[in-house]
């Protein structure tokens, strides 16, 4: 058995560190203010000690935190706070700055549907095109116009951008995205080739009607380089055609991109293996110039330059 003088010993050690300890931390700036304005009691300070150690910590790897990934707090993403419940210290966990700023980016990430879109496109902004000649000022400023009306509700028709390769027409539609995303507006975005394979294998996969359907219902549709893809009666009959006609019925923004201006893209639209479909191509058409109207988008190759 230890002699009582060695264990009053060891009894004072361990009080002197608790004190040396609740000293450190009630030495802390927003602790001591916590303290200051809450007329904290030195009873309501022993009792809940390991509480404010708990705040000091956390609120030393937030100081320290570079990001809501990086974080190591306790319960990630959150910043404490200390409060007063019944003569009891107390602390909850609040979503910090960082967490809020990563919340909304999540949010605003799926007002953009895209479909094999590069990644520059869907970061696009109108503030980010090239504006050296007045064809190019003229779509940026009518982009504006139409993304307004959208967010007011009204009905407008929507773009057909046509023009070279490389001129920028796909980075316009994702600046447009972009706009319409600021305006909590869902649109989709897609690479109308690619959605033409993908809605393929929805035979296979038998989710066929449901590709179709997302896209003929988005609040908001841009096809991007429409007749690009190899033309079959199906592609324009029973995918395009019910598209269009959906959207058309409906007053539904829809802008396109493409290399064709109308009358090329009226030709592309009439000739498959069949011969040469004029009635159906125009009907598609119809349906193309009732809901948007056609920019030209002249200038040099940009992508050669990056």
């Excluded at 320290?64 to 707090?73: A, P, V």
């Excluded at 000649?133 to 400023?141: A, E, L, Q, S």
């Excluded at 395009?240 to 030709?267: A, C, Q, V």
């Amino acid at each position: 058995m230890k002699p009582m003088g060695s264990i009053l010993n060891a009894n004072n050690e361990i009080f002197k560190r608790i004190e040396k300890i609740k000293q450190e931390t009630i030495r802390d700036p927003q602790i001591k203010a916590f303290i200051d304005s809450n007329n904290v009691t030195q009873q309501m300070i022993d009792n809940d000690l390991s509480v404010l150690q708990e705040y000091k910590d956390s609120s030393i790897m937030c100081a320290d935190c570079l990001s809501y990934g990086q974080c190591k707090n306790f319960v990630p993403g959150h910043t404490p706070e200390l409060y007063i419940d019944n003569n009891h210290i107390k602390i909850r966990h609040l979503p910090c700055p960082s967490k809020l700023a990563f919340d909304e980016e999540q949010k605003m990430k799926q007002f953009i549907t895209a479909i094999h879109m590069p990644k520059d496109v869907l970061k696009a902004k109108l503030a980010d095109i090239y504006l050296d000649d007045k064809t190019r000022i003229d779509i940026v400023r009518r982009a504006g116009l139409v993304c307004r009306e959208i967010a007011k509700g009204e009905d407008t028709k929507g773009m057909y951008i046509h023009g070279p390769f490389g001129t920028g027409k796909s980075f316009i539609l994702g600046a447009i995205a972009n706009e319409l995303k600021a305006q909590h507006i869902y649109s989709t975005l897609l690479y109308f080739p690619e959605f033409i394979r993908e809605l393929k294998n929805g035979f296979n996969d038998g989710t066929y009607a449901e590709r179709l359907n997302k896209v003929k219902h988005t609040p908001v549709l841009m096809l991007d380089d429409v007749g690009a893809e190899d033309l079959t009666p199906w592609v324009r009959d029973e995918v395009l055609g019910p598209i269009l006609n959906h959207r058309m019925m409906h007053n539904m923004p829809t802008f396109f991109s493409s290399n064709f201006d109308f009358k090329e893209l009226s030709y592309h639209l009439s000739i498959t293996k069949q011969g040469a479909e004029l009635t159906k191509a125009r009907r598609i058409m119809e349906r193309v110039e009732t809901l948007s109207d056609a920019y030209l988008l002249s200038g040099k190759n940009y992508r050669r330059q990056k």
